[in-house]
C-alpha cells in the first residue's frame, strides 16, 4: 500500500518546467525527496510567470498544458490562497524586486508551506525554502 500524503509543498516555477520537460536530474536530492514525500501546489504566480514565460519565447508550452499534465502526472494542484493574503506577506519581502519571485515566496511564508526553488536569492531569505 502507498505511503499517504499529509503534508504540502509548494513548487517555485522553474522546478515545475523541469518536471514537466522530465529533467528530474536537475534537481537536488533534498529537492526530490520533497517532491516524492509531499503533495504538490503552486501559486498561481507562477502559472502567470509560466505565461509570461511562453509569451517571450522562453517556453514552447502554454502554461495550462504543463499544469494540466503535471496535475495528472503528479497530483499538481493550483493553491486556493487569497491574494489578500499573499500581498500583506509580500509587504514585508523587500529582498527583492522580482515580483514573480517575491509572490511566490510570500504565500509559502503566509501558509507556512516549504517551497521548493533552486533560487538562490529566495533560499538565501526564506526560511522555508528546499533544496
Not at 503552486?42 to 502554461?63: A, C, D, T, Y
Not at 515566496?105 to 533560499?123: C, F, G, N, Y
Request: proline share 2%.
Amino acid at each position: 500500500m502507498a505511503k499517504r500524503k499529509e503534508s504540502l509543498a509548494y513548487l517555485d516555477t522553474h522546478v515545475v518546467v523541469w518536471l514537466y520537460d522530465a529533467l528530474t536530474d536537475r534537481l537536488s536530492q533534498a529537492a526530490t525527496e520533497a517532491i516524492e514525500d509531499n503533495d504538490l501546489v503552486i501559486s498561481w504566480m507562477v502559472e502567470l510567470e509560466l505565461q509570461f514565460l511562453h509569451e517571450i519565447g522562453r517556453l514552447r508550452v502554454k502554461p495550462a498544458e504543463i499544469i494540466r499534465h503535471l496535475s495528472t502526472q503528479i497530483g499538481l494542484r493550483l493553491s486556493d490562497v487569497g491574494l489578500e493574503q499573499i500581498v500583506r506577506a509580500a509587504t514585508g519581502m523587500d529582498w527583492t524586486r522580482d515580483v514573480f519571485d517575491r509572490l511566490i515566496a510570500a504565500e509559502s511564508a503566509a501558509m507556512d508551506i516549504p517551497l521548493i526553488t533552486k533560487d538562490r536569492t529566495i533560499r538565501a531569505h526564506h526560511k522555508l525554502s528546499i533544496w
